[in-house]
């Protein structure tokens, strides 16, 4: 499974659906790293020399490190919602289909209305370089 990186904006519960699903998630309260305003571009790196993918909520500043040419070991974008269990069975999902390791690549939970549905879905998006 995946061993992830919390940034300290993702949610507990997200971070315990992970879990449930057998990931390493490693948050920053864990790490010794929280409350201390860490630069992003430092949490990347510290995610990086652990090899650990940064999992956070934090879209532009992360998609730019990212966009940036900065080599990381992956990075997850993930949406502000409640369905922390849609959101984790999505990301997983999605690691285990994929061919492909996750190093210097960003992947971005979002929601996806389907049309004259009750329900939204959540889906994958990877950012390019």
């Known amino acids: ?3 992830f990186y919390s940034n300290e904006n993702l949610p507990i519960d997200l971070v315990n659906a992970l879990r449930e699903l057998d ?3 490693l948050t920053s309260y864990e790490a010794g790293q929280a409350n201390q305003q860490i630069p992003d571009a430092d949490v990347l790196t510290y995610a990086t020399t652990n090899r650990r993918i940064v999992i956070t909520l934090n879209r532009k500043d992360f998609i730019a490190l990212h966009q940036s040419g900065i080599q990381h070991s992956g990075i997850i974008i993930c949406k ?11 990301l997983h999902d ?7 390791a996750l190093s210097d690549r960003l992947l971005r ?7 004259q549905a009750h329900q939204q879905i959540f889906v994958i998006r990877e950012y390019s370089r």
Do not use: F, W
């Open 1 to 3: 499974m995946a061993r």
């Open 23 to 25: 990931h390493d998630v």
């Open 80 to 90: 502000e919602d409640r369905d922390y269990v849609g959101q984790a069975q999505t």
């Open 94 to 100: 999605q690691l285990l289909t994929s061919e492909t």
């Open 109 to 115: 939970v979002q929601k996806q209305n389907r049309s």
